[in-house]
């Protein structure tokens, strides 16, 4: 059973468009999280959901808008898609508790813009 | 502006030896450091974490935090050539990544 699940795996889309990644996990976390890593590999976070609310908006396009149907979903829509959106897209779950912020993480999304 | 700071690397090691990764942060309100490990087209997974002064030890994986000095450490010892990934230290609060090292064990 996968834990973390991220659909759809690859993405390749032209720039301008609108694209959406989800994410769904099955471990009854009580916090989500989406990061982008890019061709550096370096891992941003972008934004938290703990319960459905957002706990973390980093500094973002406001093109990004991640939305919590409930806690076990997150999803992330882009709107008019840039070059400089291509990269792998982290989905990942945690369960809040001092010490225990164990990340899980999804097996990525590859977003590429042409 | 909360910041992590690892070297990137690439750090090269010969099979057998010592691998030490060093990982600073600059935030004295972090409560717990974690240690990932990344292989390249993969996501990251968890070695251990932290959250006390001194080490913590887990199999051939040790990591050292010192919180006055903010800087946290993994040291992997009998370095082996499935040890190439790179390296990810990351900081509670707010989950935030440095940048990663990029470790090579040479047989």
């Known amino acids: 059973d996968t834990a973390v699940s991220q659909t759809p795996k690859y993405l390749v889309t032209q720039m301008g468009n609108d694209k959406s990644i989800k994410c769904e996990q099955n471990l009854g976390h009580d916090t989500m999280y989406w990061y982008k890593q890019d061709s550096k590999k370096f891992l941003k976070i972008m934004f938290s959901y703990n319960n459905k609310e957002l706990i973390i908006n980093e500094t973002v396009p406001n093109r990004f808008s991640p939305k919590s149907p409930d806690k076990a979903h997150l999803n992330l829509h882009i709107n008019s898609l840039e070059l400089g959106d291509s990269a792998v897209y982290f989905c990942?779950?945690?369960?809040?508790?001092?010490?225990?912020?164990?990340?899980?993480f999804g097996a990525g999304s590859r977003l590429t813009v042409l | 502006q909360k910041e992590v700071e690892q070297n990137s690397g690439p750090l090269s090691v010969p099979e057998g030896a010592i691998a030490s990764l060093n990982c600073t942060y600059s935030?004295?309100?972090?409560?717990?450091f974690f240690w990932y490990r990344q292989y390249s087209g993969k996501s990251p997974e968890l070695i251990m974490f932290i959250y006390s002064n001194g080490d913590k030890e887990d199999g051939r994986f040790t990591a050292q935090l010192n919180k006055a000095s903010q800087y946290v450490s993994l040291l992997i010892r009998d370095s082996q050539p499935s040890d190439s990934a790179t390296y990810l230290c990351?900081?509670?609060?707010?989950?935030?990544f440095g940048a990663g090292t990029r470790l090579t064990v040479k047989p």
């Open positions: 990351a900081v509670h609060n707010d989950m935030r």
């Open positions: 935030d004295r309100g972090s409560q717990s």
């Open positions: 990942a779950s945690s369960q809040e508790g001092f010490g225990a912020n164990v990340l899980t």
